[in-house]
């Protein structure tokens, strides 16, 4: 399986702080807000990644991610000439994706849990359909909703429900198999001239293969696309890592405790880093095993 990092949009919903800076290289308390959704590719045990940006924005993602072969990784790019829907972005990825199955993460979404990795492992393996994570909230009525029957199947998507058929929201997280880019090539134009990948999914949904993993008690997601929820993922990041003292979404930490870089290679990282608690951490990690 491949995945697709989208990280485009021009970032108004964070105006004034976007409009000199990509959304999605914003700080998340001690990293870039892009290693919360790079991360949990990488804990899919995802190694080939397309990065979908805009075209200002490219040389940035390149400046700060490079090749990946630093973290044991292959991270290629590619640019959204408009801000046109994340199933425009996934189409535009379909060069590099070239009939594989794919995994796609919004750049703004966190998602941090016990046992995170095994869930999702286990939707990277699919072989047919597609797979969707949902989480509870209080407040359904801002986002996409899905509606699940007894056994957890879904019933029906809605998208910011003035009468939610329930309080399970669909994040920026999704695993297809290999139809997904014929699915979402077909995809019209919304209301707002977007091509919503709401649509690829009720696609999946009219087909009957649509999966939805529940993301429930012991988990977090958080969408840090607005100043508040910047701050509360800021926040939660602090209070997690200040209190355990373990690093969330520490991208050259996950390589290496997946086997993808060794000892040496992520004391060079730390090394490289050591002026920052961040490079210490690194270094304080590989001594400690």
């Known amino acids: 399986m491949k995945g697709i990092l989208v990280a485009g949009g021009s970032g108004t919903r964070l105006h004034p702080l976007t409009l000199a800076v990509t959304k999605h290289l914003l700080p998340v308390y001690d990293k870039p807000m892009i290693y919360y959704p790079l991360s949990t590719l990488m804990l899919a045990g995802i190694r080939e990644i397309l990065v979908v940006s805009t075209p200002q924005d490219r040389a940035q993602y390149e400046a700060v991610l490079g090749d990946g072969s630093q973290w044991g990784l292959s991270l290629s790019y590619a640019v959204q000439a408009r801000p046109e829907g994340v199933a425009q972005a996934l189409h535009a990825g379909e060069p590099f994706v070239r009939g594989d199955t794919?995994?796609?993460?919004?750049?703004?979404?966190?998602?941090?849990?016990?046992?995170?990795?095994?869930?999702?492992?286990?939707?990277?393996?699919?072989?047919?359909?597609?797979?969707?994570?949902a989480y509870e909230v209080k407040d359904p009525r801002?986002?996409?909703?899905?509606?699940?029957?007894?056994?957890?199947?879904?019933?029906?998507?809605?998208?910011?429900p003035e009468h939610p058929r329930s309080s399970w929201a669909v994040t920026g997280l999704y695993f297809y198999d290999r139809d997904v880019m014929r699915i979402a090539g077909a995809v019209a134009p919304s209301a707002r001239g977007e091509r919503e990948i709401r649509d690829v999914n009720e696609a999946y949904l009219a087909q009957g293969r649509l999966s939805v993993e529940k993301l429930g008690r012991g988990y977090t997601w958080m969408d840090a696309g607005t100043?508040?929820?910047?701050?509360?993922?800021?926040?939660?990041?602090?209070?997690?890592?200040?209190?355990?003292g373990l690093k969330i979404a520490c991208v050259e930490e996950v390589a290496w405790r997946m086997g993808l870089i060794d000892d040496a290679q992520l004391r060079r990282l730390g090394e490289a880093l050591v002026a920052s608690s961040y490079g210490q951490y690194l270094l304080r990690i590989v001594e400690g095993g």
């Open 102 to 133: 794919v995994a796609v993460a919004l750049g703004d979404n966190l998602f941090y849990g016990n046992g995170l990795s095994s869930v999702l492992q286990r939707s990277a393996r699919l072989e047919e359909g597609a797979v969707i994570f």
């Open 142 to 160: 801002r986002y996409g909703v899905v509606e699940l029957d007894r056994e957890g199947r879904a019933l029906s998507i809605e998208e910011k």
């Open 227 to 244: 100043h508040a929820s910047l701050l509360e993922a800021a926040d939660f990041v602090r209070a997690i890592e200040d209190r355990q």
